[in-house]
């Protein structure tokens, strides 16, 4: 039980940058655009609160940091895409590129520098439980941060004027023009969130995950949370079962081996890849479902009428 416990510790670990990323993209999906840059801006996130957290010592101000990083990148797709009109495919794509290069070079004077890992929460009484108290009481607040974003947004999107306002613009951005709705306004607001987001989930990967920067340390998870908004059918309470599926599969590579299974270490780095793949071709097979539940308006460029 405790070795179970110790992997499902590590699953938790694992989910959380990806239910960030996740979580901001899908508001930014639900608005009716494409942001493909979710990896640039993860690790342009990654880099900014390693670097602010080392320079001035407050793992608080790194994290702020992190997800102001990740709102700039934002910031410079919803100029690409909403203001001038660039295609949002192409302009995410670019982004991406752009934040990996940039990261790069911010960070190469950080390469192998150490910082304090985030400090667990101690709840008196209930993180000194055996194998519960770790699992459930053990973790450092960003973790809890992105497991409440997921009933945040539910409300948010369901339940509040704004959310709905977002939705009927993903839907229908023509209509919602027609209908006074600042769909141009909207989307920057939706950008932004989205971007700081996927910074959470970067800094997360700096300060928590594993408290160090590397190049290119995100490996790809921008991607699979891209993924994982349409394996949740663009559904936030689907999102916390994915991200954690996912989490898992990640964190399976460290432990197979470990177990006296024979398997090539470079077949269960693919494994979270490939299960990215299965998932996507599973859904495909059930196109019409998706179809229903995808925004109307995803990745179509707004002219608003004169």
Known sequence: MEVLAAVLITVVGAATPLLFAAVGELVVEKSGVLNLGVEGMMVLGAVGAFAVTLTTGSATIGILAGAAAGAAMALVFALLTLTLLANQVASGLALTIFGIGASALIGRSFVGMPVDRLPQLDLPGLSGLAIVGPLLFGHDALVYLSILSIPATIWFLERSRAGLVLRSIGENHQAAHALGH??????????????????????????????????NMTAGRGWIALALVVFATWRPGRLLLGAYLFGGI?????????????????????????ATIAALVAISADGTRARLNAPASLGRIFHPET
Not at 250 to 274: K, N, R, W
């Open 250 to 274: 990640t964190v399976a590579q460290l432990h197979v081996q470990g177990f006296g299974f024979a398997i090539p270490a470079q077949f269960l780095s693919m494994l979270p890849y490939l």
């Open 182 to 215: 600042p769909v141009i306004m909207v989307r920057y607001l939706a950008l932004l969130f989205g971007g700081a987001m996927a910074g959470l989930g970067g800094a997360y990967l700096s300060l928590a995950y594993t408290p160090m920067w590397a190049e």
